[in-house]
């Protein structure tokens, strides 16, 4: 491991849960690792999880199933862990001078000199080859689909430099899973499964625009491009239609798929969700901004809850 300071190893990350097991109790040989991962900030798995499991949900109304299928869920949960891992490994090799630029970033194991470029890759290419492996669980057309997407996470780290608008790469990164989770169910793709996935894209703009709202100052100094600093004023404004766009493809896919009143009413709390992030997002200082980034969490799972308990009671469970 490359030289550094103990405090820098034992110093959590500004956009760290406090008091998480890896800052306090996770041997300091491994914390950079662990914290390359993101382990810490779980919110990045959580949020490539859910368009997984809206997805399955989806699929689990279409086939008359009482559930999304289990096997499958636990497939996504394991996979997403560690791919959103993979990718942020990937993302810090090559942002890591830009990353010493910016206040947020610059205690990340590499800038900060935790750990070394090529450790940084080799722990990658272990992550992706777990991967694989959770990927090759599934049949042809979805392992063919989920290798697809490797193109977009390969360009998402560069588009910060070239586009205002790198979380539109993101959001097609992100939501992935939006397409995945209905091909595993059916072993192709069906419009449920696009307008899912359109209604993660634009869900993703709008929370990582959010997200962005932290860095504004410093990526001004940094040359680094972001929604939030190209929106300016009108940031408000463009998450709100984010949001929106966001709940008029889910409300299309939720009737694409056939869903029901509990379909519904899921589609509407996270609608609420949404809505109530927006009428805290004026003027918000950096930590609010986070915590409203943060709450995305709930606002899927309400919509993947729906989905589900639709399924289990439409199929008279």
């Known amino acids: 491991m490359a030289a550094s300071a103990p405090d820098q190893v034992d110093a959590p990350l500004p956009d760290a849960l406090t008091g998480h097991w890896v800052d306090t109790r996770a041997p300091s040989a491994v914390r950079p690792y662990l914290k390359l991962a993101r382990i810490e900030r779980p919110i990045g798995w959580w949020l490539l999880l859910l368009p997984c499991w809206w997805a399955a949900g989806l699929a689990a109304i279409a086939a008359g199933k009482p559930f999304p299928d289990p096997w499958h869920c636990l497939l996504f949960f394991v996979g997403a862990i560690v791919m959103r891992a993979a990718g942020s490994t990937f993302n810090d090799i090559v942002d890591r001078k830009l990353d010493a630029q910016v206040a947020r970033t610059r205690g990340r194991p590499l800038p900060s000199g935790q750990v070394t470029t090529r450790q940084a890759a080799a722990f990658m290419i272990a992550l992706s080859l777990v991967g694989l492996l959770v990927l090759l669980q599934f049949n042809r057309f979805t392992i063919m689909l989920g290798i697809a997407s490797l193109g977009i996470v390969a360009i998402y780290p560069y588009m910060k430099r070239i586009t205002n608008m790198p979380q539109f790469v993101l959001g097609l990164a992100f939501s992935w899973g939006g397409l995945i989770g209905w091909s595993a169910a059916f ?32 990526d001004v100094i940094a040359g680094i491009k972001s ?91």
């Open 187 to 218: 072993g192709r793709l069906d419009p449920p499964a696009y307008l899912i996935y359109a209604a993660a894209i634009v869900w993703t703009i709008g929370y990582d625009t959010i997200y962005a709202m932290q860095d504004i100052e410093d």
């Open 227 to 317: 929604s939030a600093r190209y929106f300016g004023s009108w940031t408000r404004e463009a998450v709100a239609l984010c949001f929106a766009l966001a709940a008029v493809l889910a409300g299309l896919a939720t009737w694409s798929a056939g869903g029901g009143l509990i379909a519904w009413i899921g589609l509407a709390a996270f609608a609420a969700h949404l809505g109530w992030q927006v009428s805290r997002l004026n003027g918000a200082p950096p930590q609010l901004a986070l915590r409203l980034f943060r709450s995305n969490r709930n606002a899927g799972l309400l919509l993947a809850a729906g989905f589900a308990l639709d399924a289990l009671v439409r199929a008279g469970f």
